[in-house]
């Protein structure tokens, strides 16, 4: 198994049509790595890595690939800077060329 590297920012797009695919009556059951990863355009090892790291994080239950929303949703409203600007919102660490 891979090392926990943290989320990456299309582990989100990954969970979030994970729940457009569930309000368009699409089976969890029928739901699966190479249909996330064809509709996506990632490839399947990868969907395999994001839902990983998303179950690692609590955000999905992967046994039957349900999105925990209440979590998610926090993490949209407070984690999600540190995802995909890597934690420097703000900050001065920021290298600007002249």
């Known amino acids: 198994m891979r090392n926990h590297n943290g989320m990456r920012p299309h582990d989100v797009v990954v ?3 994970i729940i457009s695919l569930n309000k368009e009556g699409i089976e969890k ?3 699966t790595n190479k249909a996330l990863a064809e509709s996506l355009k990632i490839s399947p090892a990868e969907i395999t890595h994001s839902l990983n790291r ?3 994080a609590g955000l999905l239950e992967p046994l039957n690939k349900r999105v ?3 979590a998610l949703l ?3 409203k407070h984690g999600i800077k540190y995802v995909v600007c890597g ?3 703000g ?3 920021i290298l ?3």
């Open 15 to 17: 969970l979030l049509k």
């Open 29 to 31: 059951r029928g739901l």
């Open 54 to 56: 998303s179950a690692f």
């Open 68 to 70: 925990n929303r209440h």
């Open 74 to 76: 926090d993490f949209l």
């Open 87 to 89: 934690g420097v919102i």
């Open 91 to 93: 900050s001065s660490s």
């Open 96 to 98: 600007v060329k002249d």
